[in-house]
């Protein structure tokens, strides 16, 4: 039986620091705050070992809510991930399962209530950072073409979430210019109108870092990706993730609205996804990043350059 204080020190402390500061507001879904899951950390993780016959291989990595242990059982590499419960976490298996490793990570077995994913293994230290800024686009938009399916039953459909975040922002005071705000509100007003807008699984947080290469010799595709915030949406919702990221590659002035484009557009054409519409919810999104980010000035002083860039 594997102890719980053999196994804590596979999980950073700093990560539990962090983890241990989330509360219900924050999004829990029917489960633990932060505090309370990070504090059982180790036993759950003792559990999930034992449970599923796993031996782990070293240290975990670390996101914002989850942590991931390379493990093995029967000799075979696996991936175990284990999520803080939280709204953006909580449909992760349902599509997984529905993506069958079509373009994403394969999920082995999922134990839901305790926040439990065994995955493939696949390789932590390649990502698509490792490639230039418009390979790594055509990779994601190659990604997306498989990725964007029809929508399982039971997800969060975006057009209610893009409704309530646009009243979120109409209800701030300041944090987007006024004729900025009656944009997105029009946008979204349009956008939401269509019932298809809800049709379409989308990833939502295909970012640079959330594709990873395969394992040499595994026969899957060289690309996977991982860590789905899931919602029943547009594929035009699935772009801005690629702009808020290495934004040191964007340049400035004139510069930065091309290179905007340009990767909006790399991704579009190779992910079938029409521009216009693409335009138009990354608008949208980049004005929810912005009311996500009103109390970092530089952030927020970013995110309004990127809605200026996509204007017109």
Known sequence: MTRPEDVAPLVPEQFRDFVHRFSVQDGAVDGPSGADWSARLPRLLAAVLDDWGLEPLGPGATGWTAVVLPVSR????????????????RDEPLVLRHWDGRGAVRLVAADPGRGALLLEALDPTRDLDSLDIDSACQVTGELLRELNVPAPHGLRPLSEFAR?????LEAAEGVLPRRMLERVSGLVRDLTADPSCDATLVHTDLHYRNVLASLPGSGRP??????PHAMAGHPGFEIQPLLRNRTEELGTSSAFRYL???RLEICCEAAGIDEDEAL?????HTAMQAGWA????????FNIALLKALDG
Request: proline share 2%.
């Open 222 to 227: 060289d690309w996977l990706a991982i860590d």
């Open 74 to 89: 029967d000799g075979e590499r696996f991936a175990l991930k284990l999520v803080w419960p939280h709204i953006e976490a």
């Open 164 to 168: 309530d975040q646009v009243a979120k």
């Open 294 to 301: 009103a109390g970092d000035r530089d952030d927020l002083s």
């Open 260 to 262: 905007v484009r340009r």
């Open 280 to 284: 138009a919810w990354t608008y949208v």
